[in-house]
């Protein structure tokens, strides 16, 4: 496959399998790609969804526990809601998109209990709706989306999308990482949940999330927006993946020595560990939780302590290491930016949703953590598959008799004979944006240096080609390095402190810069005010 590579309607089949026509393909299959498979199967779109991994079980929503951002339609409620975290980031969200994914989620996590999802109930017999487990939420997003119609190609990651004459998207191609056979989805309309990029750096449920939907989508050329708002890091054990990070809420932070650390247990704990940790070790123990909390833990988040107990270590009594593991993008709010309420693209053909998206819209520049992103998920991928479902309508049949070519070249590119060492992409990668003190805590003089280099590993994918039975690995490695220039070039123009969004030479929030910056690009990447 290469960018010249043309698509008639009469393509060969025996190059392709499988050979599949759609409505609407969706890319990714967590809930945002379960939710807009669902959404548009249930208004009778034809509807294909292929997933890196298996649909049901990859991902970090199925990983483990997931918070949501259920609030009943209560005036007071919903404008506590809102209210709590709009200092927190920076003032960029949207009340009218907040509303929107509070309604919508509401709506949807009933459709959920109507379903028969186990929600726990209270001793007054109240259904409690603020939490989910992952394998059983995706288990049922999985029965749903079948029983509506919905092919699902499991182990089948995309590799390019298709355009048309007039550059819409219309499909993408890939790979079975099974069988390596290609397959190829001609669609009306594509919808980008592939989730975030977290660099490979082993937080839970994230080794799938390494910012493939936001490479495919640039090499289309959408925009991104938000990108400097993607050095989310979550607390986990020294040996472990596990990074849910509610229950450190109550825990004490201290130095090897037992000593406390100042300010690591309040609210921005987190500069302070990760302070802490450029220097020496910290340490944590769960020690304010009472006795019926550890119990009620244990039943939230049962993986949570499932390193503890391997372990043997009682994480309620005794001290254990703690690091940070970046999540980028996954935990960030930067994505891929949406350009009205139908969660468009500013590609023609394109629809983006979950975690692939932005979510400054809800979050501005902090994390909204697992609650808010995953009901930012749930919604955002209901309207992505109304919308996509609707524009296949409108375009009718023939839109898939289409003359379309695959769009992408790294690592499809230019008759090199020089091979890739992916590996050795991925280290540089990590080197650039897993340590504190360049991407936490960022300068202008880090964030150039690591953006030369960045650049210089880019220039190297591009100039090289890949071996068919590596390729998926390559454009990984590509997608890391895409989504690490997008961000330190949007830090770089973000000249101040907003956010999650650290920067030394500017640390003060400057009221000027209350706006977005939106980015683009590939060879040369390009930032803008929005």
Not at 132 to 144: A, C, F, I, V
Not at 241 to 247: A, E, N, P, R, Y
Not at 392 to 402: H, I
Not at 459 to 472: C, G, K, M, P
């Amino acid at each position: 496959m290469s960018k010249n590579l043309r698509l008639s309607r009469e393509a060969s089949t025996t190059e392709f399998e499988p050979n599949l026509h759609a409505d609407v393909l969706i890319v990714g299959g967590g809930p945002a790609g379960t939710w807009a498979a669902w959404s548009a199967a249930s208004v009778g779109a034809r509807v294909v969804l292929v997933d890196k991994g298996y649909c049901g079980t990859s991902g970090c929503a199925a990983a483990s526990g997931n918070g949501v951002w259920y609030v009943p339609p209560e005036p007071e409620s919903r404008e506590a809601a809102m209210a709590s975290r709009e200092a927190l980031g920076g003032f960029l969200s949207s009340r009218n998109w907040m509303q929107r994914v509070l309604d919508q989620t509401y709506a949807n996590v009933n459709l959920l209990a109507d379903w028969g999802y186990p929600f726990p109930v209270d001793d007054e017999g109240r259904s409690y709706r603020r939490s989910l487990q992952g394998p059983e939420y995706m288990r049922l997003m999985r029965k749903q989306i079948r029983r509506v119609g919905v092919e699902i190609l499991d182990r089948s990651p995309a590799l390019q999308l298709l355009v048309d004459g007039e550059g819409s998207v219309a499909g993408a191609t890939g790979i079975n990482r099974e069988t390596g056979k290609k397959w190829i989805v001609r669609s009306h309309a594509v919808i980008i949940a592939t989730g975030g990029c977290a660099f490979l750096s082993k937080a839970l449920g994230c080794n799938v999330l390494t910012g493939d939907g936001y490479l495919m989508a640039g090499e289309a050329g959408a925009q991104m927006s938000g990108m400097e708002f993607s050095n989310a890091y979550g607390i986990a054990p020294a040996f472990s993946s596990v990074t849910k990070t509610l229950f450190y809420n109550w825990a004490t932070f201290t130095y090897e020595d037992g000593t406390p650390i100042p300010g690591a247990g309040s609210q921005r704990g987190r500069s302070v560990i990760a302070k802490t940790l450029l220097t020496q070790p910290v340490y944590a123990i769960i020690d304010k939780a009472s006795e019926e909390m550890r119990a009620h833990m244990r039943l939230a988040q049962p993986n949570f302590f499932l390193p503890f107990d391997r372990a043997g270590i009682d994480p309620f009594t005794q001290r254990f290491p703690v690091t940070l593991r970046l999540e980028g993008t996954v935990r960030g709010t930067g994505g891929i930016r949406i350009v009205d309420d139908t969660c468009a693209t500013s590609v023609s053909g394109l629809y983006a949703a979950g975690d692939a998206a932005t979510r400054e819209l809800i979050c501005g520049g902090f994390t909204g953590g697992g609650s808010h992103n995953a009901a930012w998920a749930i919604s955002s991928g209901y309207w992505a598959g109304q919308s996509a479902a609707e524009s296949a309508r409108n375009l009718g049949e023939k839109a898939n008799q289409r003359q379309v070519e695959a769009v992408g070249q790294a690592g499809f590119t230019n008759g090199s004979q020089r091979r890739l060492n992916t590996e050795e992409i991925i280290q540089a990668t990590q080197a650039e944006v897993f340590p504190y003190d360049r991407n936490y805590f960022r300068n202008k003089t880090g964030l150039t240096e690591s953006l030369q280099r960045l650049n210089h590993l880019w220039q190297e994918i591009r100039t090289s080609v890949a071996d068919d039975d590596n390729i998926l690995r390559v454009r990984e490695s590509a997608a890391m390095v895409a989504t690490a220039r997008w961000m330190y070039s949007s830090a770089l123009e973000r000249k101040e402190t907003r956010g999650m969004h650290k920067y030394a030479d500017y640390p003060e929030l400057d009221e000027n810069q209350q706006h977005y910056f939106i980015s683009g690009g590939l060879d040369r990447v390009w930032v803008k005010a929005a």
